[in-house]
Nanobody
């Protein structure tokens, strides 16, 4: 099995910054895409940012210029640097990873998707 554990959430004032981390552990051969999603109360989960194993990044329009996603492949870790936070960024942030657990899955391009438990980010004065 594979586990994703997020950390770094908390309470921050508008305009402030937070850095989220997500570490993947378990039976991992290789990780493909890694990403961050968020879900605010009463709303559906939405994509925030995604990064490929090669380092290509895509962002939701509402975070462009404010958030930066990065990863450390050696540590199976993905980060989300969040700057200029707004009250509307308040949500539970979830990490997602597409994992190849063995060589056969990698050769077949059959990655398995995993989610973390989420970390709360609250932006309020």
């Amino acid at each position: 099995q594979v586990q994703l554990v997020e950390s770094g959430g908390g309470l921050v004032q508008p305009g402030g910054s937070l850095r989220l981390s997500c570490v993947a552990s378990g039976t991992i051969f290789k990780i493909d895409d890694m990403g961050w999603y968020r879900q605010a109360p009463g709303k559906e989960r939405e994509l925030v940012a995604v990064i490929t194993s090669g380092g290509n990044r895509n962002y939701a329009d509402f975070v462009k210029g404010r958030f930066t996603i990065s990863r450390d492949n050696a540590k199976n870790t993905v980060y989300l640097q969040m700057n200029s936070l707004k009250p509307e960024d308040t949500a539970v942030y979830y990490c997602n990873a597409d994992v190849f657990r063995d060589l056969q899955q990698w050769r077949s391009d059959l990655a398995e998707g995993y989610w973390g438990q989420g970390t709360q980010v609250t932006v309020s004065s």
